[in-house]
């Protein structure tokens, strides 16, 4: 059974840190790209950053230079850490396990989703 469980979400004001953390199980993790999203209420989900299996990263603009993306494949984690946070990164944010590049056959995965509100 497949489980990636985000955690680390919450209140926090504007300019503050958070990280979020997504263990995951069931899944060959050290092989997938891996992704954090993020859905507003009222807008489509959107990609934050993703960080293949040799450890590339990407970026969604608004959040360039503040979070950063990380993986830990000893613990099949991936870890999303947030500086600088603004009210426009409120949202449910979501980790998402790809296929392989070679295997789109082995399917994606989705978290369950956690809160991040940034407000004063």
């Known amino acids: 059974q497949v489980q990636l469980v985000e955690s680390g979400g919450g209140l926090v004001q504007p300019g503050g840190s958070l990280q979020l953390a997504c263990p995951a199980s069931?899944?060959?993790?050290?092989?997938?790209?891996m992704g954090w999203y993020r859905q507003a209420p009222g807008k489509q989900r959107e990609l934050v950053a993703g960080?293949?299996?040799?450890?590339?990263?990407n970026y969604a603009a608004s959040v360039k230079g503040r979070f950063t993306i990380s993986r830990d494949n000893a613990k099949n984690t991936v870890t999303l850490q947030m500086k600088s946070l603004k009210p426009e990164d409120t949202a449910v944010y979501y980790c998402?396990?790809?296929?392989?590049?070679?295997?789109?056959?082995?399917?994606?995965?989705w978290g369950q989703g956690t809160q991040v509100t940034v407000s004063s």
């Open positions: 998402k396990a790809d296929p392989p590049y070679s295997r789109p056959d082995m399917g994606i995965y």
């Open positions: 069931g899944i060959i993790f050290k092989i997938r790209p």
């Open positions: 960080i293949t299996s040799d450890g590339y990263t």
